[in-house]
């Protein structure tokens, strides 16, 4: 995060080997190939960032603080429209519906929340590279909690992660990696 914080640095056509179940992912998907004679590429990103690109494409104003609430994982992060991450909390989803969210949330906005204050609560972390007016608020995932906008880019909410891959896609072909 901190050399390159960029959404599309997780979007990977080389999985590093420490990340075991996408390299799982993928062994499998090329032996599926070799099995019918044929050869692509693959592409790989975990589906929280992948929702976290689609959600974006419905905002309205940026930075933006975007959500996906899944069902295991909630991801928080203050994106820019360049893809650029400022910051990054991700918590388990069943943990945030037990928590006052909301002020956690506006804590995290301003840069208070701690990488061992969401660890030691039972989440992963967080990441505060840096704090900047956050103008549009938009979530999305299957665990969406009341009072968020939720994230609608072409009509049909259950395509954002899906959308966001495609976003990711498009910009690291632009930007030469394909």
């Given at each position: 995060?901190?050399?390159?914080?960029?959404?599309?640095?997780?979007l990977f056509k080389e999985?590093?080997?420490?990340?075991?179940r996408m390299t799982s992912v993928v062994e499998s998907i090329r032996d599926f190939g070799e099995s019918t004679n044929r050869e692509f590429n693959v592409y790989l990103i975990d589906t929280v960032f992948a929702a976290v690109?689609?959600?974006?494409?419905?905002?309205?104003?940026?930075?933006?603080?975007?959500?996906?609430?899944?069902?295991?994982?909630?991801?928080?992060?203050?994106?820019?429209?360049?893809?650029?991450?400022?910051?990054?909390?991700e918590h388990h989803t069943s943990i945030i519906k037990k928590i006052d969210f909301d002020k956690l949330i506006q804590r995290f906005i301003k840069g208070e929340v701690t990488n061992e204050e969401i660890y030691n609560q039972g989440g992963h972390g967080a990441y505060i590279g840096e704090v900047?007016?956050?103008?549009?608020?938009?979530?999305?995932?299957?665990?969406?909690?009341?009072?968020?906008?939720?994230?609608?880019?072409v009509g049909d909410v259950m395509i954002v992660g899906n959308l966001g891959m495609l976003e990711l896609l498009k910009c690291y072909e632009s930007l030469g990696g394909i």
């Open positions: 995060m901190k050399k390159n914080p960029y959404l599309e640095n997780f999985v590093p080997p420490h990340y075991n690109a689609g959600a974006m494409l419905d905002a309205k104003e940026f930075p933006a603080l975007v959500i996906n609430f899944g069902n295991g994982h909630t991801i928080v992060a203050v994106v820019d429209k360049d893809r650029r991450i400022y910051s990054l909390m900047v007016d956050v103008r549009d608020v938009v979530a999305t995932g299957p665990n969406i909690l009341l009072g968020f906008r939720e994230a609608n880019p």
